[in-house]
Each structure stands twice: as C-alpha cells, then as structure tokens.
C-alpha cells in the first residue's frame, strides 16, 4: 500500500527483505545504509536480540529525492528468519508493496528457503494479498561460497514463477544495490498501476508469471469471503455493516449495553459538565461564605484578643500594685530582721567581751610594757 | 493487493492539524502524531524537530500491531489504548479509526487522565476525518504517471551508480 502525502508532497513505499535465518537480510541493509549517499539515508534502526539475531524487525528510511514534486521514500524492512519468530515476521509483511526474497545459495539450506518460502506465501494469503499484483524478486546470495546449489537449481525449486532474480555476495555488497533498484522501480510502476489501471496490463507481463503458489482450499474460502465486500459499492457496505451491528446486538446482549453504554455516552458527557459546572458554582459559593466566615472569626478573634490584652493588662497591673503593695511590708521584715540580727549580734557573750574596754586596756597595758623592756 | 493506497489531501491535512493543535492546547501535551498501522507518518504538530519522527512512527505502528497480536492471543478483539510511563516523557497511543494510530507525547506538565479524555474526543473527530476521505478518495487524480516512474528510475541510477 503505497502512500501518497500530498500535504508533505510525499510517496512512501514499503519493501520487505524475507528469507530463512542467516541468509543475509539484514547484511543487505547494513550494506545499504554504509554505501546510501548520506543525503538519502535515515538511520538504521534494527531490534535484534544480544547475538545480532533480528527479534522483529530492521528498518531503514530512504529518500531518493524530489520526483515530479514529490519526496520520494522507500522504506527497507527485514523480518526474523528463524521459524519460531512468525508472528513477528508476518506482522512485518502488513502494507508491504514490494518483496525480496533473499535466499541462501549453500546446497545444506536449501530445505531452509522452500521453508520460508511457503511461510511468506502462506502470510501474504492471510493477509489477502494476490501473489501475482505483489512486486517481488529473487536474491540468491552468498555466491562466492562453496557447495552452492546451482541457479538452476535454485530457480526451479524457489522460483517457479520466473520472477526477476539476482545473484550476491551481501558482505562485499555484490548485487545489492542491483536488487534494490530493481524492486523499487517495480514497486513504483505497481503504484502508477493502481492509480492508472489502463496501464495494468503491461505490468503483469513485467513482474509476474502465470504460475501461481497453490494455497490451502480453505483459505481460497476466506479470500473470497474477504474480497467480496471490498467490490461492493459503498451503500451497500454500509447497510451490511448495520445489518452485521443488528445481529451482533441481538446475539450478545453485553455488545448491546455496551452499544447503549456507547450512544449515552455523550449525553452522559454533556450532564456531567453541567454537573461539574454546578458543582464548581456551589465551590465558590461555599468558598465565598466560607471566607466570610473566616473573615469575622477574625474580627471575633481580634476583638477577643484585644479584650484578652486588656484583662492581661489590668491583671499584670493589679500584680504589680499588689507587688507594690507587699514590697514595703517586705521591707519592714528584713528591717526587723536587721534590727533583730543587730541585737542578736550585740547582745552575744564572744563579742561583748571583744568589745570590753578591759581588752583595750590589756593592749596598751602590753604596749607599755613591751616600751619600757626595749628600755 | 488487501487494500488501496493510502492517501492524504491537504485539506484532510489541514483538518487533522486543526484537531491535533487542539488536542495539543487542551491536553498541554508536547506533540501529537497521527501515524498509519503500517508506519507510514500522515501528519504531525507540536514539538518534534528533536525527533525523528520517522523511526518514531515505524516503531510505535510496530509496539502497536505486536500489542494487537498479544490482544488475539489472550482473546480480545484489540486493546485500543496503549500506554508507555517514562521518568519524564510518557507516550499515550490509542487506535483512530480501522487503520490509523494517535500518538500524544506529554510530560508531567499535565495528567494521564486529561490526555486519554482530549484523545478519545480528539480521536472521534479524526476517525469522521478519516472517513470522508476514504469516501472521497475516488474522485482523486493519480499521482503516479509514467513520467513520475521513469524521472524515479533516473534518480535510482543516479544516486547508486557508483556503487556497481
């Protein structure tokens, strides 16, 4: 599926690199993105696991430039070659436009390739792509190495389409850039296909052989099954569409709440923003009576307050006068107690006898005496 | 082939962009992508001149259609919304429409839950977008002619012809 931007002026094509586990995928694109001018390059982004195993997918942008007006890109996929890894692998095939299939040449993987081989047809059928519109080419790649199936071999077995085929060396970039130009140009005259179907028929001559991959009975079902409402005109698709609703509702009855859930929805919406809207009013209501409240328990505090100082202050003054008062009591105790000390003091034995005059007189007596022994 | 080409007219564009600056203002997220599930970016708005959307776009289409496989396997139809947490930049990803992926990258600026509720608005008003062009893509010119193939074809040969 091919994408035309025309509001960036962009064409975007999607080209996946398949094959079986270490055929050389990856080593494709690491090869592109070494060589690729740097004007034309965009990162190479490859999620692989620790041992350089690709886990989903490698991925390199590349923009060839203004064509007829238009940025030009081509998008390069690789998917996980290991048989365990499908489910990677086939969601990397979603909106493919253009396939390349890398084979591995070495006579031992050949089981390998058919392997994959009929993966990648069986994906594309799931998906519900017809094999012969899809661009796709043949790699046979590590050529120089030995015990290599011959081409002929290879073309019998993997490519009984005849589709277009390249020989490589992917590691020293032998035919690889062929490979690339190649599937590009086939995916772009795919493009003008679709958009000028007149010319269709030239294309299918160019790309693809009557031989076609037989798939499974079944699945024919399903791509029939598939392909028919896609023919059908758009009133028609609609009024299946109703019909396929209307069936659904009356077999589970969950889909139909759901359903019910889904239309009242909006309905809900618009009465929960009337709610809210009420809500957010009754707020500020609240928040404006509840500031007025604020407000006069202030004023009520204030006026508590400065009653509360005025009590404090008159009860700190009446302390103080109280304290006043009772201070010159106090005063008139520790005088008495002076007075009493004093008279304790002086009426004491020891210091009556220090204070006698007999005591002074004693002094001068030995004074005296101390005079006339000198003499 | 499964389906036609994809493709997208300015005035579509300019539609989409008009909802995802919206979604952008409303949700105070850092950008939007709308991206298709094959990879292909169909448009962008906001800050991603540091990103390079591309690989950004290939990369989210591919979580995506891996997350779906998860979805089938554990038996539901498609989880529509996915959600990534980092330490700074989340990434919220939800299905618009059949084909195509809304892509809202926002910080802590603002919430999960003011995010899903813009993408789900947002995402139904891209959706009807989507669908009138998908009606209206019949009437289109075709973009590709052969002219377009053969000056695509020289500019092949041009870029990669030293490289044989």
Redesign the interface.
Known sequence: MVSINYAFREICCKIVYYGPGLSGKTTNLIYIHKKAPSQTKGELISLATDADRTLYFDFLPLDIGQVQGFSTKFQLYTVPGQVYYNATRKLVLRGVDGLVFVADSQAAKLEENIESMHNLMENLEEYGYVLEELPMIMQYNKRDLEEVSSIEELERVLNPRGLLYFEAVAVKGVGIFDTLKCVSKLVLEKARGKSEPEEKKELVSVVAQPKVFVPPSARKEELELKSVPEKVSESEVLEERAEKELEKAESVDKVEEVEQVEQIKPIEKAEKVEKIEKMEEAERVEREEKIEEVEKLKEKTLIQSQSEIKRETLEAKKALEKEILEQPAEVATTEKTKHFLQEKIITSPMLKQKKTKSAWGGFLWRWIEKIAGRR | ??????????D???KIDRALIKLIKGAEAKCALLV?????L??RQGFTHSL?T??LA??LA?SF??TR?IARLVGEPEFSVLFHQGKRDHIHISLVGERSILVIIFDDRTTIGMVRLYAKECGEELASILVQAL?GKKKSE????????A???D???D??KD??
């Open positions: 082939m499964q389906e036609d080409n994809l493709i997208i007219y300015e579509e564009i300019e298709d599930k094959d990879g292909h169909i448009t390079d591309t690989a290939v990369l591919g259609a891996s496989e009606q075709p973009a590709i002619d052969s002219d377009f193939t000056s695509a074809e500019r092949l040969n870029i990669f490289e044989n």
